[in-house]
C-alpha cells in the first residue's frame, strides 16, 4: 500500500501563502470594535503574602475601564486535575517574581500601562526558595500549605532488581548531571482577545469568544468553565494562527483566563498580548534537573541496570510536573532493552516561573545523562561508541520492562544511516585534535495513551462534510501550531477520499465548530487526529462508494478512487483497493443505505442524462458525490481515535505516563571542533536519522527534525535561564541567546520509515524525539574532540575552558564560580553561566540565598 | 511594552537641530537610528519630554575624503555603509571590519557611528524593564543609590559595549561637537569618562556631529576581535582592535585598545611601546595579551564570568597581534 498520490510526496502547508503576505491572522492581529486594552501587574517578589490591593487610584485614572484582582475569579485551575493550584490573580500569596497581581482594561497600552503604577500593593515578604535541594529542606512558609517539604510530587519506581544487576555488572558508571533552565521561546509571544456578549435579557455578559494562542482551546475551554463558573457549552474558543509553541502553549497561561476576567468586568473585548519578560515569566519551560544516574553494562555491553534519581526545580506552580517527573523515569524505557530499572523522581516547587512542558517533555535532560553516561561506559568496556548502542537495542514487538510496547522501531536502521552517512567508521577517533564526532540517540511518545482528564472519551475526532461540488471540509479540533496539521489532516482526507488537495479545506481548532481534540502536545496530532481523520474520510468514502457502486453496477469494494475519480478496479492505474483496511465500519452506513431515491431532491439534468447512459465504469469525485449526495440526502462522515487498552501501560502508581501507542526513534551524529583557547564549541555538522514510522509529508518531516536538532544545539551550547534570588537575570532574546543563523550547522535529516502498524499510514511523531539526541551527541563529540566529558548543560565557552584548564592542570582560572562542569555537586542560585557576586535584591533576612555571606564583588581595584 | 509619551521634533538642518537643543537642553534625547534609543525608552530608562530626531539632517551623512588630511564621516553614516565603504576598507580597514561585527545587518542599515560612540553603557541590571528594575531594587545609574555589580562601592560599573570605538581609537579618531557655542574637537580618547552613569563627556545642549580619522592613521594594517556567545546579534562580551604598520617585518607603530570590559572603551597603555621596532612572534603577541588583560576590569554587568571575559582579552589580543601582523 505504498502507491499514494499524496501521501508521501512534498507538500507545501495550506495556510503558507497567508503566512508569507501576511495576509494570515495571528491573534494579536485581531482587533474588535470597542476593543480595550489589558495589561497585567507582576509580583516585584518571589514569596509574599498580599496584605491589602488597592485598585482605586488605578481606577480613577481617565480610560481605564476595569481593574481586577484575585477575588474577581477565585476559583483555582490548573492543567492536571492534581494540580488545581493556580488562580487567574493572586488571592492571598504571590509565588515568583512575575506571578500575577491584577490587570487594567484601559483604552491604550500607555494608559493600562500607568494605571499599573497606581495599583497600591501592601505585601508581607516570606522566606522563598530558590534551589530545589534547599526547598526539599522547608520545614515552614510552605510555598502551597498542602505540599510538606515543597513537594510537588515524588515516585519511587523499581523495575526488577537493579542492586542484584549493578553488582552482578563488569562495569558500573555513576554521576551527577546538572541541566540548567531552558525556555520555548517561540517567536509569537501569547496573546488572548476575550468578548462577551451581552445576554439581551438579562443585560449581562453572557456567551464568551475567546481567540486565543493556544496549542489546547478544549483545556482552555474548559478551564475558563471552571474558573468563570459558565457552562462549556457558553464558551468558544478560537485559535487563529500561532506563531510557535513547543510546549509553552500547551497549558492555560495566565493572560488567557485573565482576559476574560478582565473583559467580563470591562464588558468590553479586552485583549492582552505578553511582552517578551511575560513570556517568560509565563514559562513551562524545561527545568534545571539535577540527575543521579548509576549505569551498569556487562563485559558484551549489554546494560544490566539503570538506576536514576531526579529532582526537577519545578517552580511556584504544578502545571505539567507531575507529569514531567514521570517521563523522566519512564522513558528511561523504550529505547534499549534495560532489564532493571530503579527511578527516584523528585518534582520540587520553588519560587521561581513555572516549569511546564517543553519539546521533548520530560525525556530531554535525563536522555542528555544517558547517553553521556553509555559512552563512558563504552570507553571501560573499549568499544565503540554505536556499537554499544546496537547490542543493546530491544526486540519488538515487546513490552518493556515498565510496561511500555513497542510496536514499529526503527533505531537499528536509524544507528545504521547515521553511522554510514557521517563516515563514522573511518573518522571517529581519527580526527585532528580539537575536532571529534558523537553519537547519541533517543525516542519519544506518539501521543500520550492515556489523557490527562480520565475518561473513555476519544482522544480526537473529526468529522467531514462533501458539497455537491465535491468540496471536501473538515472539522477537525487539531490545533495547527506551525507544525503542519492542517496539511497533515488535509492529505490524510484527500489520499484516502482519492480527491485532490486542492478540494480539501480545512476547518480547525473551534470549539463551536470542530469536535475535541484534546490538543498539540505531546507529538499526539499526527497520530491521533490523524487516525480520527482517516476513519471520518473512510466513512464518508464508503458512503460514496455505495451510491458510485449503484450507478456503476459494481459493488462497492471493486471501486478505485484515486486523482478525483472513481473507478471500477480494473479501470486506469489500478492502485488502491476500494475502501482501506483500516477502521470499523460506520454506524452511517446502516441509516444511509435506505436512504432517499436517487433524484427526488435535486433534478439536475445531468444526473438524469447520465443515468440515461447507463452503467460507466468511471466517474469523476463530483459525480460520485453527487451520486451519494442524492442517494444518502447528505454527505458527511466521522471519525474518533481512542489509544487501544493494550497500549495504556502497567499498573503502578503513575504508569499511566509514558506509555503511547508508538514511539519514534532518532540517532545522530555531531561533527564539532572545540577551541582549547577559548572554550567556544562549534557545530559543523549534524546528521540525524529519525524514524517516523511514514513520513506523510518529507519536508515537513524533515523541518521538524532540523528544528529539534537546532532547539537541541540551543540547550546544549547557548541557552540558559540565568537568576539570582529569584530574579530572571536574562528575560528578553537578547540575553537568552537562542542560535542564530549564523552558528546554525548544516543538518542532514535523515527519514527512516518503519510503518507502524496503527499509525495513519504508517506514521508516528516526528516533531520532539529528534530533540533528546542532540545535547548528548554534541557533549560527546566535544570528548572525542578535546577529552573533556562535560556533566552541566549548556556548554558555555567558560564551562568547556574550565574543564580544559582543569585536565590540562593549567593555572587554575575560577571561571565557573569553582563549580567543575566535569563533575558538578549543586545549581549555582543563580543558575549557570554568570557569576554573581553582586548584591540583588533586598529579600528576607531567612532567605537561603542570604544566609551565606555575600562575596565582595570583582571590582578589585 | 509602551513608549512614553514625548513631543518629536525633527529639524532638517544641524543649525535647527542645535537651536532645540539649546532650549530643551536636559528635557531632550537625541535619536539618531534608535537602536539603543528605543528599546531604552520602552524599559523606562529614559523617558524625555523631547525626541529629537536628527535623522534628517543631511548635512550629518556621509564618508568624505579630504585630500591630505584624512576623512570625516559623518555622524548619522549607518554602520552598513561603514562595513561596505571601499575607501574605509582601503585605508582604515579596522573600522569597517568593527561596524560589520554590530549586532546584525538589519540593526545595521539602522544603526548610525554617532550612536556606536554615544552608546549608553550597558549592565544587566540595568538594561531591564521598570517591572524588573522594581522588583530587584534600583542602582546608582538610574534611580537608586547602590551597585548591585560592587556593592560596597559608590560608582557604576556599566560597561561600554560599542564595537567601532576600539577601532577608531586606534586610528586616533577625532571627535566634532556641536553646541551652543559652536564646534568644538576632541580627540576621541578624551570623550569617555571612565564612570558608568556619566560615561561621556557631552553636555545635553550637545550633539555629535563628525569623526575624523588623520591620515597619518591611514593604511594601517588592522583587525578586531569580538567575543559574543553568538555570531549574530551579540553585544560584544569583550572586544579588541589593534592596528599597526611595519617596515622591515617590523613594527613601526602600532595600537591596541579594548571595549566591553571597562565603563569606557580604552587603549591599552604600552603596548604600543612593547610592539614598537619589534617583529612580531608568538611570545611578543602574548606579552601584549597580558598586558590588555591587565587593562581589562570586567565585572559581572554582563554575561559570562568576568574572569573568562578578561581571560579572553588575553587571547584575542594576542590573536589579533598575529592576526594583523599576517
Ligand atoms: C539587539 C541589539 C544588538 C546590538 N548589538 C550591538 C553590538 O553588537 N555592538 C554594538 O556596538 N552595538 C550594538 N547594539 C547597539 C546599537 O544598535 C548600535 O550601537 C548602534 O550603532 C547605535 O546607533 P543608533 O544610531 O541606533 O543610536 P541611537 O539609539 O539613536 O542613540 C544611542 C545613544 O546615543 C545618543 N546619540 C546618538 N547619536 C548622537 C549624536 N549624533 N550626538 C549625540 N548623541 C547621540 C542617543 O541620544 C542615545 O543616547 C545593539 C542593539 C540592539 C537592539
Ligand atoms: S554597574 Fe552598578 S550602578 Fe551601574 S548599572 Fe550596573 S548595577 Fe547599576
Known sequence: MTDFTIIGKPTAMVDAAGKTTGAGKYADDLSLPGMLVGRILHSPFPHARIKRIDTSRAEKLDGVVAVVTGKDAPNPYGILPVGHDEHALATDKVRYVGDNVACVAAVDESTADKALELID????????????????????????????????????????????????????????????????????????????EIDSL??????????????????????????????????????????????????????????????????????????????????????????????????????????????????????????????????????????????????????????????????????????????????????????????????????????????????????????????????????PKGRGLGIACSHYVSGAANSIIRSDMPHSTVNIKIDRDGGVVVYTGASDIG???????????????????????????????????????????????????????????????????????????????????????????????????????????????????????????????????????????????????DFHGALSGTGSYAPPAEARGGKHKGAGVGPSPA????????????????????????????????????VSVEGQIIGSVWMGMGQALTEEMVWKDGMLMNPGLLEYRSPSSVESPEIEAIIVESVDPEGPFGAKECSEGSLAATIPAIANAVYDAVGVRLHESPFTPERVLAALRAKKNA?????????????????????????FRGKGPERHAQDPSRRESVVKAGGDD | MSLPQFRLLRPRTLDEAVGYLAKHTDKLRVLAGGTDLIPSMRQKLFEPEYVLDIRHVVELKGIQPRAGEGVSIGALTSLSTIEHSDFLRRHYPVLPEAAATVASPVLRNMGTLGGNICLDTRCLWYNQSLTWRKGCGFCIKKDGDLCHVAPGGSKCWAVFSGDTPPALLCLNAEVEIAGPSGLRRLPLREFYTGVGDAYRKLRPSELLTRVFLPEASVDYLGVYRKLRVRGSIDYPLAGVAVVLKRSNGHVSDARLAITAVNPAPLLVKGASEMLAGKVIDEALAEAVGDLAAKTAKPLTTSALTPEYRREMIRVFAKRAVLAANN
Not at chain 1, 478525483?564 to 492505474?573: Q, T, W
Not at chain 1, 571542533?673 to 513520513?695: F, I, L, M, P, Q
Request: proline share 5%; glycine share 8%; net charge neutral.
Open chain 1, 202 to 431: 438579562t443585560g449581562k455578559p453572557g456567551r464568551l469568544t475567546v481567540w486565543s494562542s493556544t496549542q489546547v482551546p478544549y483545556y482552555l475551554q474548559h478551564k475558563l468553565s471552571l474558573v468563570l463558573e459558565m457552562q462549556m457549552s457558553q464558551i468558544r474558543v478560537i485559535k487563529p494562527l500561532v506563531g510557535g509553541g513547543f510546549g509553552g502553549k500547551s497549558e492555560v497561561i495566565p493572560l488567557e483566563i485573565i482576559a476574560a476576567v478582565a473583559a467580563r468586568a470591562a464588558r468590553a473585548p479586552v485583549k492582552i498580548t505578553y511582552t517578551r519578560e511575560e513570556v517568560f515569566w509565563a514559562h513551562r519551560g524545561r527545568p534545571r534537573t539535577i540527575i543521579d544516574l548509576k549505569t551498569g553494562v556487562d563485559k558484551d555491553g549489554h546494560i544490566t541496570a539503570v538506576k536514576a534519581r531526579v529532582v526537577q526545580d519545578g517552580g511556584a506552580y504544578c502545571s505539567y510536573g507531575v507529569v514531567t517527573i514521570l517521563y523522566s523515569g519512564a522513558l528511561l524505557g523504550a529505547l534499549y532493552d534495560i532489564p532493571n530499572i530503579q527511578y527516584d523522581g523528585y518534582r520540587v516547587l520553588t519560587n521561581k516561573p513555572v516549569c511546564g512542558a517543553m519539546r521533548g517533555h520530560g525525556t530531554v535532560n535525563v536522555r542528555f545523562a544517558f547517553e553521556s553516561q553509555l559512552d563512558e561506559l563504552a570507553l571501560k568496556l573499549k568499544m565503540d561508541s554505536a556499537e554499544i548502542r546496537r547490542r543493546n537495542l530491544l526486540k519488538p514487538p515487546c513490552i518493556t520492562i515498565n510496561g511500555l510496547r513497542v510496536q514499529s522501531y526503527g533505531l537499528p536502521e536509524c544507528i545504521d544511516k547515521v553511522v554510514e552517512r557521517s563516515g563514522w567508521k573511518n573518522r571517529i577517533g581519527k580526527l
Open chain 1, 663 to 698: 514511539y519514534s526513534y532518532s540517532a545522530q551524529v555531531a561533527e564539532v571542533s572545540v577551541d582549547e583557547e577559548t572554550g567556544e564549541v562549534t557545530v559543523h555538522k549534524v546528521w540525524a536519522s529519525h524514524d517516523c514510522g511514514r513520513a506523510l509529508n518529507p
Open chain 1, 483 to 629: 507544525q503542519g496539521s492542517d496539511t497533515m489532516v488535509a492529505q490524510i482526507a484527500a489520499e484516502t477520499l482519492g480527491c485532490s488537495m486542492a478540494r480539501v479545506k480545512v476547518v480547525a481548532a473551534d470549539t463551536d465548530l470542530t469536535p475535541i481534540d484534546i490538543g498539540s502536545y505531546s507529538s499526539r496530532v499526527t497520530f491521533m487526529n490523524g487516525n480520527a481523520t482517516l476513519r471520518a474520510a473512510q466513512d464518508v468514502k464508503k458512503q460514496i462508494a455505495t451510491a458510485a457502486a449503484r450507478k456503476m453496477a459494481c459493488a462497492p469494494e471493486d471501486l478505485v478512487f484515486r486523482e478525483d475519480k472513481v473507478s471500477k478496479n480494473h479501470v486506469g492505474a489500478g492502485g488502491l483497493p476500494a475502501l482501506a483496511e483500516q477502521g470499523s465500519p460506520s454506524p452511517h452506513q446502516q441509516s444511509s443505505v435506505s436512504g432517499r431515491v436517487e433524484g427526488q431532491i435535486l433534478r439536475g439534468s445531468l444526473q438524469q442524462k447520465r443515468k440515461d447512459e447507463g452503467p460507466k465504469d468511471q466517474l469523476t469525485f463530483e459525480e460520485a458525490v453527487v451520486a451519494a449526495i
Open chain 1, 121 to 196: 500593593v501592601e505585601y508581607e515578604v516570606l522566606p522563598a526558595y530558590f534551589d530545589p535541594e534547599d526547598s526539599m529542606k522547608a520545614e515552614t512558609e510552605l510555598i502551597h500549605d498542602n505540599k510538606p517539604h515543597n513537594l510537588e510530587k515524588d515516585y519511587h519506581h523499581v523495575f526488577g532488581d537493579p542492586e542484584k544487576a549493578f553488582a552482578e555488572a563488569a562495569h558500573v558508571a555513576e554521576a551527577r548531571f546538572i541541566a540548567n533552565e531552558v525556555t520555548h521561546a517561540a517567536m509569537e509571544p501569547h496573546c488572548t482577545l476575550a468578548s462577551f
Open chain 1, 811 to 835: 593555572k587554575t582560572l575560577n571561571l565557573t564560580e569553582g563549580v567543575d562542569p566535569t563533575s558538578p555537586v549543586r545549581f549555582r542560585e543563580h543558575g549557570g553561566s554568570l557569576w
